[in-house]
């Protein structure tokens, strides 16, 4: 007779609360309340994005490039000028243009064709907005808040509704911070396990190789999310140390430093691969711009190595063009008039009617709703100090990825005076959202010692009514300006009446 032994129970150390804090991370992301709200908010953002998508007629503003290039590349793999019947010369990578090719393979080379791709990226990052929210304040109310606050952005709602290339730039932009911030919890949970259990410390787990990913994607679509990588490889380096140190391990920089910098090699070669894969259709023709560059010049061109060197030319001329880029264009603008609405883009101004007025206008303006555009501003002068003062990583965190979007800009601007629109400032706009709603948090949620008893929940049923009145007044400034958003006709006097900055939105 064979007895089966039952295996030992694991004993669970004891682990000092303040370590414990220490190494806090979310659990509970199956929150049925979190989903709830995440999934109405999220409609809320779809409705608005896909509703009369089609209404535009025609190419509307850089429509006549991306779309365009999108068809073509559906029927020549490559981009294609049809004046001369060959290769046309393009200074963005390919996947935003595959993307919206998607859109036109289903509905056809149509409005609604080439608009639903990048209305269905602008519903995600709602949703991938909400869920980074939850695991950075782990409360559904303040992560619906952020969710919500990016949907009744006219900014994005406009860019959601035009095919440009800036919406998938700034889906895949949240999508690797998002694969960051989940790797901190992991890499957090790991370590609480290990000093309960007296486990070997934990293994990095693949989501910095998802971030990778991520982030191959975004260069994918235009180079500026390479701005973003050394910021959010920083963020992860430091996040692994504090790990650590909270561990009570000994030399906490020193000790995991070869590991941490080989997942950070790892993700920057995934991201890597995943770029060259979005050449995909430019290596397999032969057709594309620059393909055989070597061999027209009498040069060698051995297999895949000769394929990568004429990549890598094509690359040098496009940064030339880039870096060489001043002229003057009636919509450019600065990067310190982003945040100020300093100058919008108008992006359709067509002839109107039927509007119950003697003259009517129609137009599409891409201008940040304002209400929530001028608290950006206000909410990064909190977040500096609430980072400070709280030494608190999340304010750090959403600060790094606003400046990964914006203070590349001011380089450019001071040292090139490179012609720029503001629509540049899309991927920062998450990280503003939330910061934001972290200011809004901090006015509902007063510190531990402030108050007590009676008065801190008085305290906080102030604070939740004025964070409340904030987004209700979002809300109500949204729409308002919706048929500038979306280009409803309206009565002349009404569109006046909305150019609140007189000449410089007009």
Same mark, same amino acid.
């Given at each position: 007779?064979?007895?089966?032994?039952?295996?030992?129970?694991?004993?669970?150390?004891?682990?000092?609360?303040?370590?414990?804090?220490?190494?806090?991370?979310?659990?509970?992301?199956?929150?049925?309340?979190?989903?709830?709200?995440?999934?109405?908010?999220?409609?809320?953002?779809?409705?608005?994005? %896909?509703?009369?998508?089609?209404?535009?007629?025609?190419?509307?503003?850089?429509? /006549?490039?991306?779309?365009?290039?999108?068809?073509?590349?559906?029927?020549?793999?490559?981009?294609?000028?049809?004046?001369?019947?060959?290769?046309?010369?393009?200074?963005?990578?390919?996947?935003?243009?595959?993307?919206?090719?998607?859109?036109?393979?289903? @509905?056809?080379?149509?409005?609604?064709?080439?608009?639903?791709?990048?209305?269905?990226?602008?519903?995600?990052?709602?949703?991938?907005?909400?869920?980074?929210?939850?695991?950075?304040?782990?409360?559904?109310?303040?992560?619906?808040?952020?969710?919500?606050?990016?949907?009744?952005?006219? @900014?994005?709602?406009? %860019?959601?509704?035009?095919?440009?290339?800036?919406?998938?730039?700034?889906? @895949?932009?949240?999508?690797?911070?998002?694969?960051?911030?989940?790797?901190?919890?992991?890499?957090? =949970?790991?370590?609480?396990?290990?000093?309960?259990?007296?486990?070997?410390?934990?293994?990095?787990?693949?989501? %910095?190789?998802?971030?990778?990913?991520?982030?191959?994607?975004?260069?994918?679509?235009?180079?500026?999310?390479?701005?973003?990588?050394?910021?959010?490889?920083?963020?992860?380096?430091?996040?692994?140390?504090?790990?650590?140190?909270?561990?009570?391990? $000994?030399?906490?920089?020193?000790?995991?430093?070869?590991?941490?910098?080989?997942?950070?090699?790892?993700?920057?070669?995934?991201?890597?691969?995943?770029?060259?894969?979005?050449?995909?259709?430019?290596?397999?023709?032969?057709?594309?711009?620059?393909?055989?560059? =070597?061999?027209?010049?009498?040069?060698?061109?051995?297999?895949?190595?000769?394929?990568?060197?004429?990549?890598?030319?094509?690359?040098?001329?496009?940064?030339?063009?880039?870096?060489?880029?001043?002229?003057?264009?009636?919509?450019?603008?600065?990067?310190?008039?982003?945040?100020?609405?300093?100058?919008?883009?108008?992006?359709?101004?067509?002839?109107?009617?039927?509007?119950?007025?003697?003259?009517?206008?129609?137009?599409?303006?891409?201008?940040?709703?304002?209400?929530?555009?001028? $608290?950006?501003?206000?909410?990064?002068?909190?977040?500096?100090?609430?980072?400070?003062?709280?030494?608190?990583?999340?304010?750090?965190?959403?600060?790094?990825?606003?400046?990964?979007?914006?203070?590349?800009?001011?380089?450019?601007?001071?040292?090139?005076?490179?012609?720029?629109?503001?629509?540049?400032?899309?991927?920062? /706009?998450?990280?503003?959202?939330?910061?934001?709603?972290?200011?809004?948090?901090?006015?509902?949620?007063?510190?531990?010692?402030?108050?007590?008893?009676?008065?801190?929940?008085?305290?906080? %049923?102030?604070?939740?009514?004025?964070?409340?009145?904030?987004?209700?007044?979002?809300?109500?400034?949204?729409?308002?300006?919706?048929?500038? @958003?979306?280009?409803?006709?309206?009565?002349?006097?009404?569109?006046?009446?909305?150019?609140?900055?007189?000449?410089?939105?007009?």
């Amino acid at each position: 007779m064979t007895t089966t032994l039952a295996p030992e129970p694991t004993v669970l150390r004891a682990v000092p609360d303040i370590v414990r804090r220490r190494l806090s991370h979310l659990d509970n992301w199956l929150s049925p309340h979190s989903w709830i709200v995440t999934g109405v908010v999220v409609a809320i953002a779809a409705i608005l994005r %896909l509703y009369g998508l089609g209404s535009a007629k025609g190419y509307v503003f850089d429509e /006549v490039y991306y779309p365009t290039d999108a068809w073509d590349m559906l029927q020549h793999g490559v981009e294609w000028d049809e004046k001369t019947n060959g290769p046309a010369y393009v200074v963005h990578p390919p996947l935003g243009k595959w993307l919206i090719g998607l859109g036109e393979l289903v @509905f056809g080379n149509t409005e609604l064709g080439w608009r639903v791709p990048t209305a269905i990226a602008g519903t995600l990052m709602v949703l991938v907005l909400i869920r980074v929210a939850y695991r950075l304040f782990h409360s559904a109310v303040l992560a619906g808040a952020a969710g919500l606050l990016l949907a009744l952005d006219g @900014f994005q709602l406009v %860019l959601s509704r035009i095919s440009l290339l800036d919406i998938f730039l700034g889906l @895949f932009i949240l999508m690797s911070f998002a694969a960051v911030v989940i790797d901190r919890d992991h890499y957090r =949970r790991g370590w609480l396990r290990s000093l309960e259990t007296g486990a070997t410390p934990p293994r990095v787990p693949g989501w %910095l190789l998802v971030a990778g990913v991520c982030l191959g994607l975004a260069c994918g679509v235009k180079w500026s999310a390479l701005f973003f990588a050394p910021f959010f490889a920083a963020l992860a380096l430091v996040w692994r140390v504090q790990a650590r140190r909270s561990a009570g391990v $000994s030399a906490p920089l020193r000790s995991g430093i070869a590991g941490d910098l080989g997942w950070l090699v790892g993700a920057l070669a995934v991201a890597l691969v995943i770029y060259l894969a979005t050449w995909t259709g430019w290596f397999v023709t032969d057709t594309g711009y620059f393909r055989h560059y =070597r061999e027209a010049n009498a040069l060698s061109e051995p297999p895949v190595i000769g394929a990568l060197m004429n990549l890598w030319h094509y690359h040098s001329e496009a940064y030339k063009f880039h870096s060489g880029l001043t002229s003057k264009h009636p919509y450019q603008s600065w990067p310190w008039q982003w945040l100020l609405i300093g100058r919008p883009v108008n992006f359709y101004w067509p002839s109107a009617s039927g509007c119950g007025a003697p003259s009517c206008v129609r137009q599409i303006l891409l201008l940040g709703t304002p209400v929530l555009w001028w $608290s950006f501003l206000p909410a990064l002068a909190a977040l500096v100090w609430f980072g400070i003062a709280r030494r608190d990583w999340r304010a750090w965190a959403i600060g790094t990825g606003a400046a990964a979007g914006l203070l590349p800009w001011f380089y450019y601007a001071i040292m090139d005076g490179r012609t720029m629109f503001s629509f540049y400032a899309l991927p920062a /706009v998450p990280f503003l959202v939330l910061a934001v709603v972290y200011a809004l948090g901090a006015i509902m949620t007063p510190p531990e010692g402030t108050a007590t008893g009676p008065a801190r929940k008085d305290r906080q %049923l102030v604070g939740a009514v004025v964070a409340a009145t904030y987004v209700v007044l979002v809300a109500l400034c949204f729409a308002y300006f919706y048929p500038i @958003f979306v280009g409803q006709s309206i009565p002349y006097e009404s569109w006046s009446q909305r150019m609140w900055l007189g000449g410089r939105w007009i």
